[in-house]
């Protein structure tokens, strides 16, 4: 009997080999699609529209830090467009510390817009923030999208929120400053280097250096500052010269100490200042994440802070190239709460794991809450300069030849495309400050080609920057700090206050009115008394449309029937301390009262203030029958 075995054959090696191979490459192709669905990250459209909704708030509303941007960027700008501005010594010829050439890039946009807009300026100064605005949205999304593809759509997310809700971007986003054009260009640098474009990030971060911060290419500098000085010479060496070789005294405009920018970087950015200073601390957990890429795009940071730490001049614009680092950087430390606490040889994610999961999106709106609160309080808290001077176009009828006199308050001074073309000079009165004032372009110097013996390099001020007398003041934009002593412009028997006396005999009647004067346009705000039957409205309203709005409500209404004069001026300031606990910018104006047909609309007195009839059995004191009892009157009456 036979007995037979068999087995089966073993492959041939080619055999084996090709199995492997194919059993490989199915492994390796299978994981490059994998690799692929997470590179694509998120898309285009919702970032873009994020930030192109932040970036069009901060155009329209965000302020002017800086004097710098008003005097050094937008009166050049101004004078381009008008030839009429403000010049400063950087930008006298004999000194020619700033050159022309970023101003000439935004007149790009501005000269078109101003053939637009003709006259109204100040659709002019906001075309060119919408046009700074629409680079942010740009640069800011291309970030936002190499980071989703690079480290996935977490840390994109989470990137996106700072760049849209903290402070220190929603301002400096729309700045018309070199720093911010410099913040632009390392973020479109930074976003290229992530998505492995190093050509490309080279020549923007190039492009930045050449029109942004803070000097230019020396050959694109030469031509420019020739052009516009009408001398060959280079401010890139006269800024270098003055600032940082000791040629100069830059320490006359302020220093600070080596924690400044510690501390201006906790105000823009609160805990995210801290957890972005805290990257290099995750790193060694974090390596595999984020060395050495998100290490090359963060490291500026560092270098940034401690060579700007050394310098004695100090300001917070210095710092706005690196704000979209700040927030690379505290995001990755956010997203990687977790990997502080996981074990790598656990199968599960423990429970302090999982906590710190759940504490990354806790931290993110913890500071987007600050950064929002300080956002809208400083717009709420320090907007009154750019909105009181937009009340100028409505005072055309002062007419042409008007002065504009700016006190304690010319280092808000919002620019000239703010000032109307009925104003034909605006004056410094003033204030105490003892340092060196622009000046206007003086033509007859040659423009910007000029050299005025009025200007120095030792900030000292100028024996003719300030105006003598207010006489001449046609506008009087001033700050009142509740001084010990009265402002100037409170003098009511030389400049113009209008108030009403409406009859009124209950609080019904006060909000009927205050919600009929409310609906008019040009009223900023209403304040009533019923004790004094007086009503004031402050804003730029017609006088005629805000008497008979009140008359529609049924109440007796006149202007005050008297200019109140030197007696009952006493009452009026403690009145209006009273009843303004903050400081208020006022815009005065001393011009001819304007008149009113009193006889057509019941009354018999045609004069502008005519004489207030009481009503019978009335128990209210006028005002004049007040002053005369007033112990603060010298020349009152007494009862004894």
């Given at each position: 009997m036979a007995v037979s075995t068999a087995r089966q054959r073993r492959p041939l090696t080619a055999d084996r080999g090709t199995a492997s191979s194919s059993s490989d490459r199915y492994s390796k192709e299978d994981k490059g699609e994998k690799k692929a669905e997470e590179r694509v990250g998120v898309g285009w459209l919702l970032p873009a529209l994020a930030l192109g909704l932040l970036r069009h708030m901060s155009a329209t509303s965000n302020i002017i830090h800086d004097c710098d941007e008003v005097f050094n960027y937008w009166e050049p700008l101004h004078y381009l467009l008008y030839k009429s501005g403000f010049q400063t010594w950087e930008y006298s010829s004999e000194f020619a510390l700033r050159s022309y050439l970023y101003i000439f890039f935004h007149a790009l946009v501005a000269g078109?817009?101003?053939?637009?807009?003709?006259?109204?300026?100040?659709?002019?100064?906001?075309?060119?923030?919408l046009f700074l605005g629409l680079i942010s949205t740009f640069t800011d999304t291309v970030l936002v999208v190499a980071l989703s593809r690079k480290y996935g759509k977490r840390l994109a997310w989470y990137t996106l929120a700072m760049l849209c809700l903290t402070s220190?971007?929603?301002?400096?986003?729309?700045?018309?400053?070199?720093?911010?054009?410099?913040?632009?260009?390392?973020t479109l640098s930074s976003a290229l280097f992530l998505l492995q474009k190093y050509a490309m990030a080279v020549s923007v971060a190039a492009a930045g250096v050449i029109i942004g911060w803070p000097f230019s290419i020396l050959a694109f500098?030469?031509?420019a500052d020739y052009y516009c000085y009408g001398r060959w010479t280079s401010s890139v060496f006269n800024l270098v010269q003055y600032n940082v070789l000791g040629g100069g005294q830059s320490h006359l405009y302020g220093t600070e100490g080596p924690l400044f920018y510690f501390r201006n970087g906790f105000n823009n950015f609160n805990f995210c200042f801290i957890l972005a200073l805290l990257f290099l601390a995750i790193l060694p957990i974090a390596r595999k994440k984020y060395a050495p890429d998100l290490l090359i795009v963060v490291s500026p940071m560092y270098i940034w802070l401690a060579f700007m730490s050394l310098q004695a001049h100090k300001e917070e614009r210095f710092l706005y190239p690196i704000y979209p680092l700040i927030c690379i950087a505290a995001t990755a430390v956010i997203d990687s709460f977790p990997d502080l606490f996981r074990d790598k040889y656990a199968v599960e994610?423990?429970?302090?794991?999982?906590?710190?999961?759940?504490l990354r999106p806790v931290f993110l709106g913890l500071i987007l809450c600050a950064s929002h609160s300080?956002?809208?309080?400083?717009?709420?808290?320090?907007?009154?300069?750019?909105?009181?001077?937009?009340?100028?176009?409505?005072?055309?009828?002062?007419?042409?030849?008007?002065?504009?006199?700016?006190?304690?308050?010319?280092?808000?001074?919002?620019?000239?495309?703010?000032?109307?073309?009925?104003?034909?000079?605006?004056?410094?009165?003033?204030?105490?400050?003892?340092?060196?004032?622009?000046?206007?372009?003086?033509?007859?110097?040659?423009?910007?080609?000029?050299?005025?013996?009025?200007?120095?390099?030792?900030?000292?001020?100028?024996?003719?920057?300030?105006?003598?007398?207010?006489?001449?003041?046609?506008?009087?934009?001033e700050l009142d700090l509740k001084r010990p002593f009265?402002?100037?412009?409170?003098?009511?028997?030389?400049?113009?206050?209008?108030e009403m006396w409406v009859h009124m005999d209950?609080?019904?009647?006060?909000?009927?009115?205050?919600?009929?004067?409310?609906?008019?346009?040009g009223v900023d705000d209403v304040e009533i008394d019923?004790?004094?039957?007086?009503?004031?409205?402050?804003?730029?309203?017609?006088?005629?449309?805000?008497?008979?709005?009140?008359r529609k409500t049924g109440r007796r209404a006149v202007l005050c029937p008297y200019p109140l004069n030197a007696e009952t001026n006493v009452q009026a300031q403690e009145y209006y301390h009273l009843q303004h606990p903050t400081p208020a910018h006022r815009l005065l104006f001393n011009a001819a009262p304007r008149s009113y047909n009193y006889h057509k609309h019941g009354y018999d007195d045609s004069s502008l203030y005519g004489y207030y009839q009481e009503p019978s059995r009335s128990h209210i004191i006028g005002d004049d029958a007040r002053a005369r009892f007033s112990d603060d009157n010298p020349n009152a009456c007494s009862v004894m």
């Open positions: 078109p817009a101003s053939l637009i807009y003709s006259e109204e300026k100040v659709r002019i100064f906001y075309s060119v923030r220190g971007c929603f301002f400096a986003s729309t700045s018309f400053l070199p720093s911010s054009f410099s913040m632009y260009a390392v500098s030469l031509l994610d423990t429970l302090i794991v999982q906590i710190a999961k759940g300080r956002t809208f309080s400083i717009l709420n808290g320090y907007s009154a300069p750019l909105e009181i001077y937009k009340h100028l176009e409505h005072h055309g009828d002062a007419g042409t030849g008007s002065v504009l006199c700016v006190g304690s308050e010319w280092h808000r001074f919002p620019s000239s495309f703010f000032v109307p073309s009925y104003v034909s000079e605006v004056r410094w009165v003033d204030d105490g400050f003892r340092g060196l004032l622009p000046f206007p372009f003086n033509s007859s110097f040659g423009g910007m080609a000029a050299a005025p013996p009025y200007f120095n390099d030792k900030n000292k001020a100028a024996g003719d920057q300030y105006l003598k007398g207010t006489e001449v003041c046609t506008f009087f934009v009265p402002a100037r412009g409170t003098d009511l028997s030389t400049w113009e206050m209008v209950c609080s019904g009647c006060e909000n009927k009115i205050r919600k009929a004067l409310s609906k008019l346009e019923i004790a004094m039957q007086k009503v004031t409205v402050i804003g730029w309203a017609d006088q005629k449309k805000v008497l008979k709005a009140v």
